[in-house]
């Protein structure tokens, strides 16, 4: 089987069937993540469309040798961010509404109140936070690979992910179910 590097070093090249391939092997893992992201479902089914299209647009960018995966997520981050700055007013309407299904964690972890709780606290971190969170603790990237997606040293991820957990237990606790006294 061939490596996702080498179809892309050959989409690069011309052999643009290979996208194909691609899309069959990623398509569900970056709903997962725009999913994540942003709660918009429409929204993120385009954002999938659309990522694919921007990876054959910008193939020649993809240098090879490296990892397919980070600049696969290189890619949906800023095109998931293009898109948050164009419906600017209806990022806020959307993060407002209802939180659906997506789960957060395995259904035998936390309950569905929980996760619902858990999903509005993701939603209500700011993306930056939220990117780190999604893609060490949902996506199981190594620590190495989203510290080359977002452009740091694994220190500074290890940092950014302490203070982004420390933002998510604030929002967390603000959603305290109340109690009964």
């Keep these: 089987m061939e490596t996702d590097d080498a179809i892309m070093v050959a989409v690069r090249g011309g052999r643009l069937d290979g996208m194909g391939t691609l899309f069959e092997r990623h398509h569900q893992r970056m709903y997962r993540f725009f999913r994540r992201s942003i709660p918009d479902r429409s929204g993120c089914e385009d954002l999938v469309q659309n990522l694919f299209l ?3 647009a910008y193939r020649s960018s993809y240098r090879g040798g490296g990892s397919f995966t980070s600049w696969m997520y290189q890619t949906a981050i800023r095109l998931r961010d293009d898109h948050l700055r164009r419906s600017g ?7 407002a509404g209802p939180v659906d299904e997506m789960p957060l964690s395995r259904p035998e ?3 569905p109140a929980d996760q619902a709780r858990l999903r509005a606290a993701l939603y209500a971190l700011r993306p930056a936070e939220r990117d780190v969170l999604i893609l060490t603790r949902l996506e199981d990237l190594p620590y190495a690979e989203v510290a ?5 040293s694994v220190g500074a991820l290890k940092v950014r992910i302490h203070r982004a957990l420390r933002s998510l237990r604030g929002r967390w606790l ?3 179910a109340p109690r009964w006294s």
Aim: proline share 0%; aromatic share 0%.
């Design 54 to 56: 921007r990876m054959l």
């Design 89 to 95: 007013r209806e990022r806020s309407s959307c993060l």
């Design 109 to 111: 972890v936390l309950e």
């Design 148 to 152: 080359a997606i977002l452009g740091c």
């Design 174 to 176: 603000e959603r305290e």
